[in-house]
């Protein structure tokens, strides 16, 4: 469980399930920033795992005594990487120095807890690519493995580019066959445009190859 530090604080968790896990689970955030962090990350294909507030690393602060950092998220990828992630608005990573922060805490973090450690700001988000994370978390939350099923025929068959709302006519399963179109966007099956808003009306195409 968390702690409500303030009545400011936005703090919960999103119920996940990565493909490292075998059934759902939450996943805590402390902060919009955070909770936007972890969403975008979670729909990354190469994505295996993600903890939150996985460790705390001992490192040599700027005045020489020892201070510690936990990150925010520790993201496991499909090809064995494995990153440590620190979540700052961008106004306090410049108010505090926090840049140079990390690079200290990078030198002093094992190499068995992560092989790098990065930095991600408001300014490393893209609006689209959050809300398509954000509604893709919830069609994964709501299974339908009948809607899925409906939507690998009509791919199967689909050659060049159609609009989701057609591909969604032809399995006449309405919203669950929009959100099992997003799921095979995500899962790799079909491709789109993730950095742009996905809608009814933007275009897809069968991917080349399997998902990451």
Known sequence: MFAA???????GFEILELPADDHPRQVIFESQLERKT??????????????DQPAR??????????????PDYLAEYKSGLRVAVAVK????????????TLRAVEKSMPQ??????FLVTEKNLHPAEVRNAEFLSMCRRCKDREADDAVAQVISALSGEERIQDLV??????????RAIFRAIYSGNLHADRR??????SLVTVSEGPAC
Do not use: M
């Open 169 to 178: 006519c032809k399995t006449r399963l309405n919203g669950r066959g929009f």
């Open 5 to 11: 530090r303030s009545k400011s604080s936005v703090r």
């Open 196 to 201: 742009k808003y996905i809608t009814p009306q």
């Open 57 to 70: 690393i001992t490192f040599e602060g700027f005045t020489g005594k020892t201070e510690t950092h936990i």
């Open 89 to 100: 608005p961008f106004k306090q990573v410049q108010k505090l120095n926090f840049r140079a």
């Open 38 to 51: 972890l969403l975008t990350l979670c729909a990354l294909p190469e994505i295996w795992n993600v903890f």
């Open 112 to 117: 068995s807890f992560a092989d790098r450690l």
